[in-house]
């Protein structure tokens, strides 16, 4: 079974820093686009931030262009969503999905969302003093 494991995510002060990860469990992240996405309470689920897993080639949403950086360690097949200046609007349930660069690129699926990836539970931020 083809899955991600979230974790970092947890109750931060405003400015504050988290860093959440993305481990790959049932496949390698050779020739995939790795992208996290989050849904605020009763907002649409948005992408922040994507990853192409071979080039290394990647896109923010201007929410967090400056303040969010994503990186990937093929070696140990995990994703990293590194968060800081957070703040409160960034409170979200974040979530990793990924899909085949076959099939997408790092701008389309950040944009349009993943085609064939089912969504798992997620990992809770919640930015708050």
């Known amino acids: 079974q083809l899955q991600f494991v979230e974790s970092g995510g947890g109750l931060v002060q405003p400015g504050g820093s988290l860093r959440l990860s993305c481990a790959a469990s049932?496949?390698?992240?050779?020739?995939?686009?790795i992208g996290w996405f989050r849904q605020a309470p009763g907002k649409e689920r948005e992408g922040v931030s994507c990853i192409s897993s071979s080039t290394g080639s990647t896109y923010y949403a201007d929410s967090v262009k400056g303040r969010f950086t994503i990186s990937r360690d093929n070696a140990k097949n995990t994703v990293y969503l590194q968060m800081n200046n957070l703040k409160p609007e960034d409170t979200a349930v974040y979530y990793c999905v990924a899909e085949a660069l076959s099939i997408t690129s790092v701008q389309a699926m950040c944009v349009d969302g993943p085609l064939y990836w089912s969504w798992g539970k997620g990992s809770l931020v919640t930015v708050s003093s």
């Open positions: 049932g496949f390698t992240l050779d020739y995939y686009v």
